[in-house]
């Protein structure tokens, strides 16, 4: 039985939808022999085969489009025990978690995330590096909000989560801004990028105890691909803010227990400062313009 991944999933929705266009275009060739042959409908079954052939290109490209990992930044008290996940798509990722010694947390407190120096890639602003930071904050307090009790100030039962970004690729407006034009005339969920314009995001975060010991800790690397679902984004630091919810998710995932249940969100809500998680607005201005708005997302600074 051949195994179903991500990827595999998407091709074989695009296998089927370029199927039943194809069997509906002979079928109707079957019933019409004579307007079949008709230079207009000729044109338009090139144009279905070209179609077809883009997207499932591109779809099997996409597995190879791995992230390569990033070196230690120096930020996490220790890096012993990090293995490598496997099975991760587009994504590279090592963590590492003490179960026995993660399983008595529950209490804690998020410090704000920090850039390591130098992470910050050419060309952005501070404010750039704010807005990721910002989102970083948001989203670690969203997931961990739903396996932990988050709060506002240590005590003496209180645990402590450590953020840092370790890298942040820019994004290139421009070439962005071409690459969404061009994306509304490929069918199908796979878009393209410009080479050189894609930007990314590397980040480590740890969960200490109330010893000072390392209950858990992960080290993360994203990189948007040429290839692929990354949405274009006019900002310089929109494919970095897009992958914070990704490494938000993978902290949650790292650190929680294995056995502990997501736990609905809380009233009143501990991430309330970074206002509504719903965003609707966000996903409407991403399925009109093709591309990922800040402002419309909810993204403040830090």
Not at 2 to 8: E, G, L, V, Y
Not at 90 to 111: M, T
Not at 146 to 175: C, K, L, Q, W, Y
Request: net charge neutral; aromatic share 6%.
């Amino acid at each position: 039985m051949r195994k179903t991944t991500a990827a595999s999933g998407k091709i074989d929705v695009m296998v089927g939808w370029c199927g039943s266009s194809m069997r509906l275009s002979r079928s109707w060739m079957s019933r019409h022999p004579r307007r079949a042959l008709s230079p207009a409908r000729i044109w338009m079954t090139r144009l279905t085969i070209v179609r077809c052939a883009l997207p499932l290109g591109f779809a099997l490209l996409v597995g190879a489009c791995q992230t390569t990992p990033v070196a230690n930044a120096g930020f996490l008290t220790s890096y012993q025990g990090l293995q490598t996940k496997e099975g991760t798509l587009r994504v590279a990722v090592r963590d590492r978690r003490d179960e026995a010694l993660a399983s008595q947390i529950d209490h804690i407190v998020i410090e704000p995330a920090q850039l390591v120096p130098g992470a910050a890639g050419e060309g952005l602003s501070a404010e750039d590096v704010a807005k990721v930071l910002g989102e970083v904050d948001r989203q670690v307090c969203y997931e961990l909000s739903e396996r932990f009790t988050i709060r506002s100030g240590a005590d003496a039962d209180t645990s402590t989560v450590r953020v840092a970004v370790t890298r942040i690729a820019p994004t290139e407006p421009v070439s962005s801004g071409a690459a969404a034009v061009v994306n509304v005339f490929i069918p199908g969920p796979v878009g393209v990028r410009a080479p050189g314009s894609t930007g990314g995001l590397a980040a480590e975060a740890e969960l200490l105890a109330v010893d000072g010991r390392q209950a858990a800790a992960v080290a993360f690397a994203r990189s948007a691909n040429v290839i692929g679902m990354d949405t274009p984004s006019l900002s310089r630091v929109g494919d970095a803010l897009q992958f914070a919810e990704v490494f938000g998710d993978q902290v949650g995932d790292s650190f929680a227990p294995e056995d502990r249940p997501v736990r609905p969100i809380p009233t009143p809500d501990p991430c309330g400062r970074f206002g509504s998680r719903d965003r609707p607005a966000g996903f409407l201005t991403r399925l009109v313009t093709g591309l990922y708005v800040p402002e419309a997302e909810g993204v403040r600074p830090q």
